[in-house]
């Protein structure tokens, strides 16, 4: 094989019309992180590689390294995951997982456990009959893998075990708070105590226990918002710190 082609998994995260016949495809790899792949000719109905480089599926490349974007010279599926585009409902939440693994990764930055992660739930979310735990434990996973796992433990201000009552999470500081510090911590919110529970749960336990999770409406919804509004936080602020980068640059 020359140096100039290499052979990887990909998932597709994300695609784009470009030219008269082309995509630009956003995938996730093992090996090399997120790349930008031009998939020539594939809006074309002759095109032979159309098929294999649908959104969200897993496809084997042969990708040849070009100028500005490296080329799709062949693509076979490995993993289709067809129920996630025939449905409706599923490919919503699919499209919340490509989304979220790409706002959450910079391009050529390897994360191999990302991208099994990434495999496996898009496997799970193609036949789960309940997608809420498949998206949360995604999510808690997601964090972890990037560097941005809740502390959910410990008291972040003093690092005391936290007691079984209602406790408090404060996303600056990315975890829980004891009841005193919670108390006297400007935006930190009350946690209940189910809520946490749940959430640890996810972190910690393997998915054939989750599965068989039964959670309550309030509880979900609870667990959902607190998961959501995390990760908005941790993006808008890592958003501020890119800016603040760029500003500094062209300052200097
Ligand atoms: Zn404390």
């Known amino acids: 094989m020359s140096e100039r082609l290499y052979r990887t998994d990909a998932i597709i995260l994300r695609r784009s019309d470009f030219g008269e016949a082309d995509r630009l495809l956003t995938v996730f790899t093992p090996e090399r992180g997120k790349l930008r792949l031009l998939a020539k000719g594939v809006r074309k109905t002759t095109s032979r590689k159309a098929g294999h480089v649908e959104l969200f599926m897993l496809t084997d490349m042969l990708v040849a390294q070009g100028h500005t974007w490296d080329i799709i010279s062949q693509a076979e599926i490995v993993e289709p995951y067809r129920d996630l585009r025939d449905d409706l409902e599923r490919t919503g939440h699919a499209y919340y997982l490509a989304e979220l693994a790409d706002r959450f990764t910079e391009e050529h930055d390897p994360n191999r456990p990302l991208f099994e992660l990434l495999a496996v739930t898009l496997a799970h979310l193609s036949h789960s009959p309940d997608p809420f735990i ?101 993006l808008e602020r890592q958003l501020k710190s890119v800016d603040f980068l760029r500003k500094l640059k062209r300052d200097t």
Do not use: D, M
């Open 134 to 234: 498949v998206l949360r434990y995604f999510e808690l996973h997601l964090l972890s893998l990037t560097g941005y796992q809740p502390q959910l433990y410990f008291c972040v201000a003093c690092n005391e075990t936290l007691e079984p009552v209602e406790n408090y999470f404060h996303f600056a500081s990315g975890g829980t708070l004891c009841a005193r510090h919670g108390q006297a911590r400007p935006n930190a919110e009350p946690i209940p105590l189910p809520v946490l529970k749940v959430l640890r749960f996810l972190q910690t336990e393997p998915w054939e226990k989750l599965a068989r999770l039964q959670l309550n409406a309030n509880t979900r919804q609870q667990v959902e918002s607190l998961l959501l509004r995390y990760i908005t936080f941790v």
